[in-house]
């Protein structure tokens, strides 16, 4: 029973920036990885960034020079700060968490997806 709340996306300018955000909301007991992914029409649904428990952060390398992802440990919240963005960044963005439930369970969940549209 863990929900995953995303905001954050829009339209903006090529070089603008957006940064989108990740509520983990329900019985959580740890959380062990949190990413990012995107999915353009008729395309997989490839990670862009990710944060494990340690803090640890990964990136696609389209996104590792722009990028930052973050996380706020008491608010159970992921950040994804995108700088310079790109026509080519223009995708629905979908929030991954993954971890323990109280019950002792695991969970993986998704978010419901932010359109994010970079274009003049």
């Known amino acids: 029973q863990v929900q995953l709340v995303e905001s954050g996306g829009g339209l903006v300018q090529p070089g603008g920036s957006l940064r989108l955000s990740c509520a983990a909301s329900?019985?959580?007991?740890?959380?062990?990885?949190m990413g990012w992914y995107r999915q353009t029409l008729g395309k997989q649904r490839d990670l862009v960034a990710s944060i494990v428990s340690g803090g640890s952060a990964n990136y696609a390398d389209s996104a590792k020079a722009r990028f930052t992802i973050s996380r706020d440990i008491a608010k159970n919240t992921v950040y994804l700060q995108m700088n310079t963005l790109k026509p080519e960044d223009t995708a629905v963005y979908y929030c991954?968490?993954?971890?323990?439930?109280?019950?002792?369970?695991?969970?993986?969940?998704w978010g419901q997806g932010t359109q994010v549209i970079v274009s003049s």
């Open positions: 991954n968490v993954a971890g323990l439930r109280q019950s002792g369970t695991s969970f993986d969940s």
């Open positions: 329900g019985s959580i007991f740890s959380i062990n990885v």
